[in-house]
């Protein structure tokens, strides 16, 4: 370190000396300002004296300083830095971003530095005391023989990531406020942006307010279900919370999204005496859109088709507010004015193919679930996703509405499906349905808690596959599975048979069993019997349980289905014949004595290997 009389500090520092003050430079101690020089308003010079035996550091003024020194050569730099290309942090959607470009983002100054500097090489990173660090792009040159000009070093400023700049001297300190309001950190540039981009709304309309701030949640949302870009999501955050805010101050309460307001009937009306016909295709465009996105996510499409088909779906609801002047609501269907009438009488002729078509689908649509649940091959379940898909556009292209698997359509033919098997039925299927039918609680009490378990095991089931759809986390899943068995274990002790998403119990009272289910109690508990054990056999498997404990488990099984015979004899015309009793008796005892003859070369074998070393024959 080199001292002299003669310093140089930056000439912002000299307009903060005060004369009479102390003023503490870095690394050498404090300095007695005796005089500040000025010539036209600016300041050519500051005579001081050392006040080295002063060491109160704690109120002085601290600078950096270099020293004019013959051993010393100070190096000629150029420190570049770099600011915001755009001067508004978030653009809002009515904002023209011509008009926020920073025209001037690249800013250079001239500085003196240490002589250490020469020796620094291109990609270095140097630190200059109170600016921070620099990386040099072109390091320093002497003068040479073509030029003689020395070359100076050029250095580019590294930022630190902090939203507010290192003040780099007294005077700047003060500008600092203006420098953030360019950036648009808090800036009052961006608040008459933002009070455009809103919607404006009437002081008392709380429902107005509550739509609103139900849009944008709806629209973040989907952001987040797309994978949109990080700088998208918290544009859409921002404006859920502004209004947020403006539904608080303008109705004194916070948002709840299950708490509706209650708005007047007049406004709804008159809107819908204008347009309603054209309300209702812009509604059913974007409905159509809407089950379109969900399909494909369930299909597990690839992420430019859903990306896609999100884009759309959002181009369309702003076509439905542009033209509209309110935002798409999926539980507010505009009214279809006279036409909606013979739209309410047609389900009613044609109920019975109503029923057909919602009983299709419901099939393909447990179809798929047995796949996913069998883990079968990718082809497989995707060609059930499709077929599952046109069975869901056809019942809309015929019924008119979208499918739901919670609301069955009303069906003329739909009692007859309930009737017990007459006498006539004949063949194993029809005597496997007697049985089942039979298997069924008799007393109308359990009717009522039967439905009550099976609608809260359906609704358990659906937050299980919305949870898939939306690729929620494993813990969440396996939770709401776990939840789902027990539901269905629960609804399997109260009706006594297990569940079955396409047979809701019955609410009345229960038909009476018939006599024959009396003599066949043996029977059926044999039967039952079989059947929980194969469940519990699939649960294992399900479960991935050892291997050890899914052979018992299946040899159990082998033993219980060769006890079971036959089904109870419940009609004359049903009876088995006595050939095929034979059958059944001679199956029964092979599976003994295979049982036996396996258990009896098991034991051979363990007592050859205990006994192997004796019989070994001796190797010469």
Not at 170 to 179: D, E, I, L
Not at 211 to 226: F, H, I, N, P, Q
Not at 512 to 539: I, N
Request: positive net charge; glycine residues 6%.
């Amino acid at each position: 370190m080199f001292f002299s009389k003669t310093i140089f500090i930056e000439s912002a520092d000299a307009e903060g000396f005060k004369e009479g003050e102390n003023v503490t430079f870095i690394n050498w101690g404090n300095l007695l300002i005796n005089k500040v020089n000025k010539a036209n308003g600016m300041i050519t010079g500051v005579d001081a004296k050392l006040n080295l035996d002063n060491k109160d550091f704690k109120k002085t003024m601290k600078v950096t300083w270099l020293a004019e020194h013959p051993k010393s050569k100070l190096t000629p730099a150029v420190a570049v830095d770099f600011d915001n290309i755009m001067t508004k942090a978030i653009l809002e959607k009515d904002d023209d971003f011509k008009s926020y470009i920073n025209r001037d983002s690249r800013r250079a100054e001239n500085l003196l530095c240490d002589q250490q500097l020469r020796d620094c090489k291109e990609g270095d990173i140097i630190q200059i005391q109170r600016r921070g660090f620099y990386r040099v792009d072109v390091p320093y040159k002497p003068a040479n023989g073509a030029t003689f000009q020395e070359t100076p070093a050029i250095l580019f400023s590294i930022p630190d990531g902090r939203t507010k700049e290192v003040a780099k001297t007294g005077a700047k300190q003060a500008s600092q406020p203006a420098k953030e309001q360019v950036r648009g950190k808090g800036s009052k540039k961006s608040a008459p942006a933002k009070a455009v981009s809103a919607p404006a709304q009437p002081a008392g309309d709380a429902l107005a307010l509550w739509e609103e701030v139900t849009a944008y949640g709806d629209t973040v949302r989907e952001l987040k279900t797309a994978k949109a870009a990080k700088d998208q999501v918290t544009a859409a955050v921002n404006k859920l919370l502004e209004s947020k805010k403006n539904y608080k101050a303008k109705t004194g309460q916070d948002y709840d999204a299950k708490k509706k307001p209650t708005g007047g009937a007049s406004a709804p009306a008159a809107s819908a005496t204008g347009g309603a016909s054209g309300d209702l295709a812009l509604w059913e465009e974007v409905n159509k859109l809407g089950t379109a996105v969900r399909d494909l996510k369930v299909a597990k499409a690839p992420k430019d088709q859903v990306t896609a088909a999100v884009n759309e779906l959002l181009e369309a609801k702003k076509n439905f507010k542009a033209k509209t002047g309110k935002d798409y609501d999926a539980n507010k269907k505009p009214a279809g004015g006279a036409a909606s009438a013979p739209a309410q009488a047609a389900p009613s002729s044609s109920a019975s193919g109503d029923l057909d078509l919602w009983e299709e689908v419901t099939k393909l649509g447990k179809a798929v679930r047995d796949l996913k649940a069998a883990k079968a091959p990718k082809d497989q379940v995707t060609a059930a996703v499709t077929k599952l898909l046109d069975g869901k556009k056809n019942y809309k292209t015929k019924t008119g509405k979208d499918y739901d698997a919670n609301k069955k359509p009303a069906g003329g033919a739909a009692p007859a499906t309930k009737k017990v098997p007459t006498s006539t039925a004949s063949g194993d299927l029809a005597l496997w349905e007697t049985v089942t039918k039979l298997a069924a609680p008799a007393t109308s009490s359990a009717t009522s808690g039967a439905l009550d378990a099976w609608e809260a095991t359906t609704a358990q089931g659906n937050a299980v596959r919305d949870l898939k759809a939306k690729k929620a986390s494993k813990d969440e899943i396996m939770a709401a599975v776990g939840k789902l068995k027990e539901l269905k274990e629960s609804f399997k002790k109260v009706s006594g048979s297990d569940y079955d998403a396409n047979k809701k119990p019955a609410g009345g009272v229960a038909a009476p069993v018939p006599a024959a289910a009396s003599a066949a109690s043996p029977h059926m508990d044999l039967w039952k019997q079989t059947v929980e054990q194969g469940d519990k056999v699939r649960k294992l498997k399900t479960e991935k349980a050892s291997k050890d404990d899914i052979t018992v488990a299946v040899n159990e099984l082998k033993d219980r289905k060769a006890k079971y015979e036959a089904p109870p004899l419940l009609l004359p015309s049903l009876q088995q014949s006595p050939r095929k009793k034979r059958r059944l008796q001679n199956r029964h005892r092979h599976l003994k004595r295979v049982k036996l003859d396996s258990e009896l070369k098991l034991k051979r074998t363990k007592i050859f290997l205990l006994g192997s070393s004796k019989l070994l024959p001796r190797q010469a």
